[in-house]
């Protein structure tokens, strides 16, 4: 997956970029646009950034300028992301500024949906741990419904996609509230 839309990816990373808070918390879920977000994030800033995927943490943890927490949990094979109980308890008790998150499928009416229940329980918690949240996702992830539905499109505060997305979506999507940038 990692493979697939590079440029695009790379762009939306960017682009998010001007998401970021100056200091304080943030909050990264396991994806591989958020995977580049993790690649460019600033060594000028001092960020608190707490993720779900070991990849990420590992990527994260030799940064100075970082303070880097990485949720427990079993990891899955699939998308090497941390999930059940032992990475939800955390985040209830978590306050971060941004929500830097990933989905697999996104539409006005379905809202943000993933394919496995357990995942979507810990993104729906970074959802709610959050001021603010971000989608990054390509234009290929606004065609697609999967079974489980982790936050509605009205809780999300900006999508960054790429120039892919259809012109005619995306003002559906801002209609429904998010801001919503094609990088």
């Given at each position: 997956?990692?493979?697939v839309?590079?440029?695009?990816k790379?762009?939306?990373?960017?682009?998010?970029l001007a998401?970021?808070?100056?200091?304080?918390?943030?909050?990264?879920?396991?994806g591989?646009?958020?995977?580049?977000?993790?690649?460019?994030?600033p060594?000028d800033?001092?960020?608190t950034?707490i993720?779900?995927?070991p990849?990420?943490a590992?990527?994260?943890?030799?940064?100075?300028?970082?303070?880097?927490?990485m949720?427990?949990?079993?990891?899955r094979?699939r998308?090497l992301?941390?999930?059940d109980?032992w990475?939800?308890r955390?985040?209830?008790?978590l306050?971060?500024d941004v929500?830097?998150?990933?989905?697999?499928?996104?539409?006005?009416?379905?809202?943000?949906?993933?394919?496995?229940?357990a995942?979507?329980a810990?993104?729906?918690?970074m959802v709610?741990?959050?001021q603010?949240?971000?989608?990054?996702a390509d234009?290929?992830?606004?065609?697609?419904t999967?079974l489980s539905r982790?936050?509605?499109l009205?809780?999300?505060?900006?999508?960054?996609?790429?120039v892919?997305?259809?012109a005619?979506?995306?003002?559906e999507?801002?209609?429904?509230?998010?801001e919503?940038?094609?990088?």
């Amino acid at each position: 997956r990692d493979e697939v839309m590079t440029a695009e990816k790379e762009r939306i990373a960017k682009a998010a970029l001007a998401e970021l808070p100056q200091d304080g918390a943030i909050v990264i879920d396991a994806g591989t646009t958020t995977g580049r977000l993790v690649q460019a994030l600033p060594v000028d800033r001092e960020l608190t950034v707490i993720v779900n995927s070991p990849p990420l943490a590992t990527a994260l943890a030799t940064r100075a300028n970082l303070t880097v927490f990485m949720l427990g949990g079993r990891v899955r094979g699939r998308t090497l992301a941390t999930v059940d109980d032992w990475a939800l308890r955390p985040l209830a008790d978590l306050h971060v500024d941004v929500a830097f998150m990933a989905a697999n499928g996104c539409s006005v009416a379905k809202g943000l949906t993933t394919p496995d229940p357990a995942e979507a329980a810990i993104k729906r918690a970074m959802v709610e741990a959050a001021q603010r949240c971000v989608l990054l996702a390509d234009h290929t992830k606004f065609a697609n419904t999967y079974l489980s539905r982790f936050a509605a499109l009205q809780e999300i505060d900006v999508v960054i996609s790429d120039v892919g997305l259809d012109a005619g979506v995306a003002a559906e999507m801002a209609a429904a509230g998010p801001e919503v940038i094609r990088a």
